[in-house]
């Protein structure tokens, strides 16, 4: 059983951290369902 299977997640990711499409795969893994996912800069 997985820590965030079944739920839905919104993932905004940092340009200069950690982007969006690694923490997504992060939560695929963890049994999530990836609504929305983008890597954004913050400055």
Request: glycine fraction near 12%; hydrophobic fraction near 50%.
């Amino acid at each position: 059983m997985a820590i965030l299977d079944g739920k839905k997640v919104i993932i905004i990711g940092d340009r200069d951290g950690i982007p969006g499409p690694a923490i997504a795969e992060c939560a695929l893994s963890a049994g999530a369902e990836v609504i929305f996912s983008s890597t954004e800069c913050f400055v």
